[in-house]
């Protein structure tokens, strides 16, 4: 859908512009609603509200969308990086016609957002997963040193994906996703997610990358199946009380979320598909 298009069935605004709603805009920019609602608290966008409290988005609205994937899909740049470059959105809107924005939100703001979104204290929080309070308390006031496992066990505390714990961009459903447009999760020790289908879905296919020594540092469990598909290196899968899987190129390993799980690159870097179903990362 081109703007064009939503021009000829978009709302009415302010004025002589025309405006649009996000479900229109999500499908023009080809962007899900959460991830346009997620550059709007990044201060990247600020869209018109209704008095019902609905975004109404105009025309230079939608092409500031538009530069802002490309900025973060072609160049790679951080929010903090796009603002710079572009400028923090400006309310254009009339006095109350929106909530004030919301500032950006730094991972371990995130984190201490989503714990008490689910009602639990630091000390719940480390009964259920096994971390202390120390660690998770460091992580909330922005200390690094997460690995996959614990923030997996985080997520599982929390009802929500690793996706939300990173505040990752989401692409609206699209039946192709080219190599370089995959949205990108990264630990500190380099281990790289990249995700390989958009939109809602029931499995949930990444791109692995891990560098030599590096792995999930950790055992985590959690609902459904998964999959891995060796592309090169030697993987590492340790199943607790079944053993270790030393994978080499074209092996695959079909197991149980449900059984505590680890894995590493030992002797080199590793690259694989990694499903999980349902959608877990």
């Known amino acids: 859908?081109?703007?064009?298009?939503?021009?000829?069935?978009?709302?009415?605004?302010?004025?002589?512009?025309?405006?649009?709603?996000?479900?229109?805009?999500?499908?023009?920019?080809?962007?899900?609603?959460?991830?346009?609602?997620?550059?709007e608290r990044e201060r990247l966008v600020r869209p018109r509200r209704t008095d019902r409290g609905y975004r109404v988005y105009t025309e230079p609205d939608v092409s500031r969308l538009r530069e802002i994937k490309h900025l973060r899909k072609v160049e790679g740049l951080n929010f903090a990086a796009i603002r710079k470059q572009m400028g923090a959105a400006e309310n254009?809107?009339?006095?109350?016609?929106r909530p004030a924005?919301?500032?950006?939100?730094?991972?371990?703001?995130?984190?201490?957002?989503l714990r008490v979104k689910a009602h639990k204290t630091l000390k719940e929080v480390s009964e259920a997963t096994g971390l202390s309070i120390s660690f998770i308390s460091a992580l909330e006031r922005g200390g690094s040193g997460a690995s996959v496992a614990s923030l997996r066990s985080l997520a599982g505390a929390y009802g929500?994906?690793?996706?939300?714990?990173?505040?990752a961009d989401?692409?609206?459903?699209?039946p192709l996703?080219?190599?370089?447009?995959?949205?990108?999760?990264?630990w500190d020790n380099g281990v790289r997610f990249e995700e390989m289908a958009s939109g809602e879905k029931t499995m949930d296919p990444s791109y692995l990358r891990v560098p030599a020594g590096a792995g999930s540092e950790g055992f985590y469990s959690h609902t459904g199946e998964e999959f891995i598909y060796v592309?090169?290196?030697?993987?590492?899968?340790?199943?607790k009380d079944q053993g270790t899987f030393r994978m080499s190129p074209?092996?695959?390993?079909?197991?149980?979320?449900?059984?505590?799980?680890?894995?590493?690159?030992?002797?080199?870097?590793?690259?694989?598909?990694?499903?999980?179903?349902?959608?877990?990362?």
């Open 1 to 39: 859908m081109d703007i064009g298009t939503l021009m000829g069935g978009g709302l009415a605004a302010s004025g002589s512009s025309v405006g649009f709603s996000i479900g229109e805009v999500s499908q023009a920019v080809g962007l899900a609603p959460q991830t346009l609602r997620l550059w």
């Open 170 to 174: 989401l692409e609206a459903a699209e």
């Open 250 to 281: 074209g092996d695959t390993l079909y197991f149980p979320s449900t059984t505590p799980h680890r894995w590493w690159a030992e002797e080199g870097p590793v690259e694989a598909v990694y499903v999980n179903t349902p959608p877990t990362f």
């Open 92 to 97: 254009t809107g009339a006095s109350g016609d």
């Open 160 to 167: 929500v994906t690793m996706r939300e714990l990173f505040g």
């Open 101 to 113: 924005a919301e500032p950006s939100e730094a991972p371990g703001e995130r984190l201490r957002r």
């Open 231 to 239: 592309v090169s290196g030697h993987l590492h899968v340790e199943l």
């Open 177 to 186: 996703v080219r190599r370089s447009d995959r949205p990108v999760m990264q």
